[in-house]
């Protein structure tokens, strides 16, 4: 995706920044920072996108804040959703959200 999105903007900018969808599980959270970085090789903004963390704990979705904030590209995390309530989450048996 990141030679794509280069190669595309190497004789103009067409793609003005980047979005990553994290559905990730409780734990999974330390890869973000490593994903986040990559991203920013681009030189676009980069946002997280329909974060929801499968039995997240605070501390996991601490770790993504954390990981956004030392990217100074990132400009935004948007949460799927805030309540677990089955008409409102497509994973809602997991627990995933906020």
Do not use: F
């Amino acid at each position: 995706m990141i030679n794509l999105i280069k190669r595309i903007n190497a004789s103009s900018k067409l793609i003005y920044g980047v979005g990553t969808q994290m559905h990730l599980s409780a734990g999974g959270a330390g890869g973000v920072s490593a994903a986040l970085s990559a991203l920013a090789t681009t030189g676009l903004e980069v946002a997280i996108t329909e974060l929801d963390i499968a039995g997240g704990s605070a501390t996991d979705y601490t770790t993504v804040v954390k990981a956004c904030l030392a990217v100074s590209s990132s400009v935004a995390i948007t949460s799927w959703g805030v309540s677990d309530i089955v008409i409102n989450s497509w994973r809602a048996s997991t627990t995933p959200l906020l």
